[in-house]
Structure formats: C-alpha cells, structure tokens
C-alpha cells in the first residue's frame, strides 16, 4: 500500500510547476523574450496564462499586460505556455520522416556549395534515369550573378548549375514551362517560397498541376533565411571594389555573407548580414519558413558543419533517393543524430517570429492628481555647472536599439532613447554623457534611472553649448553602469547636423 501511495505521490510531482520550472531552467526563454516577441508586438491575446502559471507574474489589468511582483530566474514557464509563441519542433521546422547529415561523395561535386548534396542528388537521379528534367537556378551569362531560371536534363548541367545565389528566381515559370515541353519526371529545385507555390498548385482545389496527371514532381528545398535584390544589392558589391565577374562563390555563414574570387581561397569581402537587411526583398520580412517544409527533401547547411549538409526526408520517395544515393556512393551519409538540431530550431524560430510585424497600441494609463509618486528619474550636472531644463522621463514600450540619438537644434539638444534591451530589471543605472574633444571631456552631465524593466525605454534631453551661436558639436561618448553589473554600455558617436 505504501508503494502504491508512493508511485501516486511521484506521479503528482512530475507535474508540478517545480518539476516543469526545474526542466525549462537555463532554456533562455524567459520573461524578457515574452515582452519583446509577444505583448511589445501586439500579438498577445491577453489570456493571462504567463501569470496563471509563474509565481513571480501577476496581470496587470490597467495596462493590460503581465508584469513582474519578483526575481525572473529565466526559467521559460511563461513563455512555453504563451499560446502565442511558436516552441514545438514540428511547429518550427515541419514534420519529417527522418534526418541526414550528408556531402558528395561524387569528384564533380567536391568544393561546390557546403557538401554538395543537392548537385550529388541531381547527378545521382540523372544517371539512375529517375528524372527527365530538372527546374535549378543558374547564373546568367550576360549578367553576372544575376539569377535565371532553367531547364537542365543531364548531370553535366547539374555540375554546371552547382552554387547558391541568394536572389529570388523565377523558377515556377521554367517548372510549368517543362511540363509544356511534356517531360515526365522533373525534380524542382527551389527556395521554401517557390516549393509552397508548387505545393499549392497541386493541393490547392484550383491548382493546376493536379491537372497533369502524367508530370511527377519531386521537390528539393533549400533552407533559406533572407533573399536579396540583385539590383540593389550587386550595386553596392560594386562601389565595395567588387568585381562580379572575378566572383566564383558567394556563401552565407555564421551570420556573415562572403564573397570569393577562389573558390578554396579566403573570401575578399565578408559584410554581417545585419549590414545588407536594406537589400533584403520585403516579402523575408513575412516568410515563416526556413527549412523548406512542403517538399520531399530539404537541404541547408545549418547544424551539420563545415562542408556537409543538414537533410530533412519529409516523404517515402525522398527518403528512398537519399538512401539509395548514399548506398550507391553519391553521397555520405550520416544519422539523425549528427543534425546539430537546437542550431537549426534556433534560426527556424527566429524566422517563424518575423511574422509578429506589428506594433502594440498605445496605453494611456489615467492616475489621480493627488496621487504622489517619486520620480524615477533624476538629473543633475557635474559641480559647477548649471542646470538648463528639467528632465521629464517619457516611457513607452517599443521595440528599440539600446540607444537611439537625435540631434534637435532647435531645442539645442541630443536626444537619447534609452532602452532597456537585457531582459532583466536594472537598477539604479546611472548615464554619463560628454562631448569628447581630443583627450579631454567637456559639458559632462549624469542621469541616475531608478529602475528600467525589460525593453522600457525612457527618452533623456543632454544640452548642447553654443559658441558664436553655432551648437558646438564633434563627438559624444555615452556610458551606463550599474553598481551591481558595472559598465554595461560605452559607446562615441559623431556628432553631425
């Protein structure tokens, strides 16, 4: 009896929060990514479920939002039980049968595009005679790096069409193009955008493949985070120094985008990815998918290492091809358990989250007029130098950089928005804003902020000197520090009109 009330006893405190809390903790899905992912962006459906479920959450029915009554741990209740946010593996990178790590085992192939896992494919589903014809992307020979869509049906043009370009290619028009033409079988090489065109032009009720009954299609995906404007983009390759025509290999990695003259050589330009988002194509900015989930096979070089592939068989035929090409000697290929998988549900979250594009209303919080609160901040110059205005705190919920600047003459001032992007509460963070002339710092003034809660912000004015009655200008250095974290933020702007 006393083992049956034991089990029961265990089987209750398997679902216990602290048992959930002690599972989810160091997941870093916490209360500032809520914040910031879900009720900053006007996406919460104010069910209250974050502070039905963390003891450290309470909702606050005026603002209509949760807020914090203790310590965050981090633990990531809140935000795995927001029914808004997107956190299961299946929601994230769709349903697969199974996973590969996999790269050419074929010369042709070798030193192309990661491992070269979608040339070997093409070359292997050529020569077994599996395919007709096959839809890829291809550079055009009148217009370098540009992208155009083609026809290919033998494994030399396979060889031939290996490389990725970053660019959106109309590749749906060559697909219907080849079903004209009356080939049979074509494999569809394409971005997730054209593999759902393709997909809903067969399951959609007015989708016109259904309608061919002889074509069989077999679509190969490729993971794809951002797509570039070619007119946009190539022109500033160009004013970088950029040769296009010296370019053999453009290739995305680690949050960078290289360009090589040599294939095995070090890349001659290499630009973060955040410097290139003004060439991005506005349709990423919708697009949810990043591993290509309606085709048969998906291929991207997240989470499988230098020169190899990550490989997703959605269906029975695309498992059959990478297993058969594996056994054949096209490809090598490793088990699901080689997939880095967390690196890949990473990015995939970071492109479902795109989606929450929109921006929260504004609330207006009405207080009574006897009600006395102690300011939350508070300003004062170094000694000897005189104050000019009051500063009046303006607090509003938006998603920000750690600090915005704005150079208003008229006012004679820089105005700071300064937000709180950590995700945890800072106290007593103090801000020292100078204008730096050589080595020497002058119109010093401190700001003390009691506290600033995760992705708050508060605008501050720094007044500017005249001489002449020109604003004196030049460079400015900001800091922030806290007495419990210490420097947290320093940074030197220049200063122009």
Not at 203 to 232: H, Q, V
Not at 264 to 272: I, R
Not at 437 to 448: L, S
Request: hydrophobic share 35%; net charge negative.
């Amino acid at each position: 009896m006393t083992e049956n009330n034991t089990e029961k006893a265990s089987k209750k405190y398997e679902y216990s929060f602290d048992y959930i809390q002690k599972k989810l903790e160091g997941k870093k899905d916490s209360y500032g990514m809520l914040m910031k992912e879900i009720v900053r962006t006007g996406v919460c459906t104010e069910c209250g479920t974050c502070a039905a479920v963390c003891p450290v959450l309470e909702w606050d029915h005026l603002a209509g939002q949760p807020k914090l009554v203790g310590k965050c741990t981090g633990c990531g209740i809140c935000y795995n039980q927001c029914p808004r946010t997107i956190t299961d593996p299946d929601q994230l990178i769709g349903e697969f049968k199974t996973g590969y790590v996999t790269n050419t085992d074929i010369p042709e192939a070798i030193g192309y595009q990661d491992g070269g896992t979608v040339t070997s494919l093409l070359c292997y589903l050529f020569d077994e005679h599996l395919i007709d014809a096959a839809i890829v992307t291809m550079k055009d020979p009148e217009k370098p790096w540009f992208p155009v869509a083609q026809i290919i049906t033998n494994k030399d043009d396979a060889i031939r069409s290996s490389g990725s370009i970053y660019c959106h290619s109309q590749t749906v028009e060559a697909l219907m193009e080849a079903v004209r033409e009356d080939y049979r079988s074509i494999a569809f090489v394409g971005t997730p955008c054209n593999i759902n065109a393709v997909n809903k032009m067969y399951n959609s009720p007015t989708g016109m493949l259904k309608y061919f009954m002889r074509a069989n299609i077999l679509t190969i995906g490729l993971f794809c985070m951002d797509s570039f404007a070619p007119e946009a983009l190539y022109p500033f390759f160009e004013r970088e120094g950029v040769d296009l025509s010296k370019v053999e290999k453009m290739d995305i990695s680690k949050g960078k985008f290289h360009i090589y003259y040599d294939e095995d050589g070090e890349p001659v330009k290499s630009y973060k990815i955040s410097q290139l988002d003004k060439f991005k194509s506005s349709s990423c900015n919708f697009c949810t998918d990043l591993t290509a989930e309606e085709a048969d096979i998906s291929i991207g070089s997240v989470g499988s290492g230098a020169n190899k592939n990550t490989v997703f068989a959605r269906s029975g035929i695309g498992t059959e091809i990478i297993e058969d090409a594996g056994k054949k000697g096209y490809l090598t290929v490793e088990p699901f358990n080689a997939i880095n998988l967390n690196s890949v549900l990473f990015l995939a979250k970071l492109k479902k989250v795109s989606q929450y594009n929109i921006q929260k209303r504004k609330v207006f919080i009405v207080r009574d007029r006897d009600e006395e609160e102690e300011p939350k901040i508070e300003s004062k110059p170094e000694e000897g130098q005189k104050p000019t205005f009051d500063i009046k705190p303006i607090i509003d919920a938006r998603r920000a950089l750690s600090v915005k600047r704005n150079l208003n003459e008229e006012a004679k001032t820089l105005e700071l928005s300064i937000t709180n992007t950590i995700g945890f509460l800072l106290e007593d963070l103090k801000i020292r804003i100078a204008i730096v002339d050589d080595v020497f710092e002058k119109n010093v003034w401190n700001t003390k902020i009691k506290e600033l809660f995760p992705y708050e912000e508060i605008d501050v004015n720094y007044p500017l000197e005249e001489k002449d009655g020109e604003l004196i200008l030049g460079e400015v250095l900001i800091e922030a520090s806290t007495q419990k974290y210490g420097k947290i933020y320093s940074k030197t702007y220049k200063l122009k009109k």
